[in-house]
């Protein structure tokens, strides 16, 4: 009876642990593949949020290396204009200086200018000429000229030519400018897209 009591304690035991290990087996198995999820599931999030963040920062540096680029054109138009600029400005504004600063070459264009004003008759003109070149030029203007025209001429003299010289009828309203501003820029327009081309290419 003992034996049999002995038997069926061991028995219940045995199946009882059995049983035990059996459903921690399946819990830990079960905890297990939990985490394993878990795991899975927080690697996918931090690719997904590494990803992102590759993805803005590969868009960032896109921006700015775009940024960049233009940043870096503009600069380099910007430099290769300003010494476009330099360089006709130089060459139109010395060529233009010694011509129109010399009194021999400013009466030969007013000669030939004044004359188309009085081709339809006799017209009294004004004339604004450089303050620097009055000496050289008031006799001839205010003698020489209204006798070649055969009509009046006023001649005045202002600091703010500083080369060639302004002309009109004595009382038309208007004046036509052969300055060395206007010669310069009319010069210029010309130089310019050589001078890019000789430059540039």
Known sequence: MQNKLQELT????????????????????????????????AQAEAAQIVAA?????????????????MASNQSLSATRKDIEELVVSKMS?????????????????IQAVAGKFTTEGPMDLALILPESLQKELELFVNNELSKILNAGVEASFSKKVSGGFRIGPKDGGYFVSFTDETFNELIAEYLRPATKKILFG
């Open 10 to 41: 061991d028995k219940l035991y045995n199946e009882g642990l059995s049983k035990g290990k059996q459903e921690g087996a399946e819990l830990l198995a079960k905890a297990k593949a939990q985490a394993e999820e878990m795991v899975a599931k």
């Open 53 to 69: 963040a590759q993805k803005q920062a590969d868009e960032i540096k896109s921006k700015v290396a775009s940024d960049i680029r």
């Open 93 to 109: 504004a010395e060529a233009v200086k010694n011509v129109l600063t010399s009194a021999e070459f400013v009466k030969e264009l």
